[in-house]
């Protein structure tokens, strides 16, 4: 059974920085890319930042130059730092891991899994 653990959240003042991670666990052959979404009150889920196996990276528009997102060594755990952190950047965080290759029963099987979601709230 894939996992995903998150954590990092929490409260600090706009300015401040905060850094999440994720682990994915279970008996994964393979994650094409592991990234970070987030939902605002109101608001649709939108991307944050995605990062391939391969190392491609991507960027959403409102979050570029002051987050970075990286990855563990065994390529099962992806890291957001965030960096200037504003009111609007209040939300709660998704970790994806994209398209994860399962093996079961002599089969593969490939799905797409979240995290349960990691408050970040930026207030004075």
């Known amino acids: 059974q894939v996992q995903l653990v998150e954590s990092g959240g929490g409260l600090v003042q706009p300015g401040g920085s905060l850094r999440l991670s994720c682990t994915v666990s279970?008996?994964?052959?393979?994650?094409?890319?592991m990234g970070w979404y987030r939902q605002a009150p109101g608001k649709e889920r939108e991307l944050v930042a995605t990062?391939?196996?391969?190392?491609?990276?991507n960027y959403g528009d409102s979050v570029k130059g002051r987050f970075t997102i990286s990855r563990g060594d065994a390529k099962n755990s992806v890291y957001l730092q965030m960096l200037s952190l504003k009111p609007e950047d209040t939300a709660v965080y998704y970790c994806?891991?994209?398209?994860?290759?399962?093996?079961?029963?002599?089969?593969?099987?490939?799905?797409?899994?979240w995290g349960q979601g990691t408050q970040v709230t930026v207030s004075s």
């Open positions: 994806l891991a994209d398209r994860v290759v399962t093996y079961d029963s002599g089969s593969y099987y490939s799905n797409d899994h």
């Open positions: 279970g008996i994964i052959s393979s994650i094409y890319a």
């Open positions: 990062i391939t196996a391969g190392g491609k990276i």
